[in-house]
């Protein structure tokens, strides 16, 4: 999407209409879905583009599979954020399976090579390939037990960057924000990748869930309200 498509979102401070060149195809934006193109448009454009996407697909009632493409733009947009703020999702990007598979090659290797096996039973003094596969079980069940605890602190820290607020809340307020978050998360990559069976109304309330998430975050109801303040203060001086 061009940024001349993007300025011509801003012209109206009600509502936005974007028409794409090719189809014609229209889509407005109003209330809540307004205030946050607009605080993602002013954070990264990419994450305005997503967002806008997201929402143009889940609009297109005519493709069958339009909800798995209007979830995979609502996946996107969780999973870009923690770039846009810098915070590295390194245990986002490990797995399980790809750690049994390394796994496995040592266990084999063992199989083949150990000589403390023997008609299926092990015994005698450990050797060299049974001493590397102790090692990597012992490396390996270390990485399970911490995996989920690093994923959660990732989860938190990009929470904390992405509010402006600042505050620094209650364990089990943040404990609460992290599942929220990572049960929209799980939900919309379980429809994108057709794991999930959903219908439009639950993923309209899904979608609703997540932007109010990110508002309360990126436009906390005070500072609406400090600045509707502001304004109503220079309306009674300018009447004054």
């Known amino acids: 999407m061009s940024e001349k498509q993007h300025e011509s979102l801003e012209a109206n401070q009600n509502s936005m209409v974007l028409v794409i060149k090719n189809d014609e195809t229209k889509m407005q934006l109003l209330g809540q879905q307004l205030d946050l193109y607009r605080v993602l ?14 929402l ?10 339009h909800l798995a493409l209007a979830a995979h733009g609502a996946r996107e947009l969780m999973e870009k954020l923690p770039s846009i703020l810098d915070v590295p999702m390194k245990a986002h990007g490990e797995s399980l399976k790809s750690k049994v598979i390394d796994l ?15 008609n299926q039973k092990w015994e005698g003094e450990i050797d060299r390939p049974l001493s590397k596969l102790l090692s990597k079980l012992d490396s ?7 995996h989920y605890p690093r994923r959660k602190a ?4 990009v929470l904390r960057e992405l509010d402006i607020s600042g505050l620094t809340l209650p364990n089990y307020l943040e404990d609460s924000n992290i599942k929220k978050w990572s049960e929209i998360r799980d939900f919309f990559q379980g429809v994108s990748h057709h794991q999930k069976i959903t219908t439009s109304e639950i993923f309209y309330q899904k979608l609703e869930a997540l932007e109010i998430f990110l508002l309360e975050r990126l436009l906390p109801q005070t500072f609406i309200d400090i600045k509707e303040i502001d304004e109503l203060i220079l309306e ?5």
């Open 154 to 157: 990732e989860v938190a820290k």
């Open 41 to 54: 448009l002013g954070k990264n454009q990419m994450l305005a583009t997503i967002y806008l996407g997201t």
């Open 56 to 65: 143009i697909a889940l609009k297109q009632n005519e493709n069958p599979d």
């Open 140 to 146: 390996f069940f270390e990485w399970y037990n911490n």
């Open 104 to 118: 496995e090659g040592v266990w084999l290797n063992a199989l083949n090579k150990s000589k403390t096996l023997n």
């Open 236 to 240: 009674g001086e300018s009447n004054a």
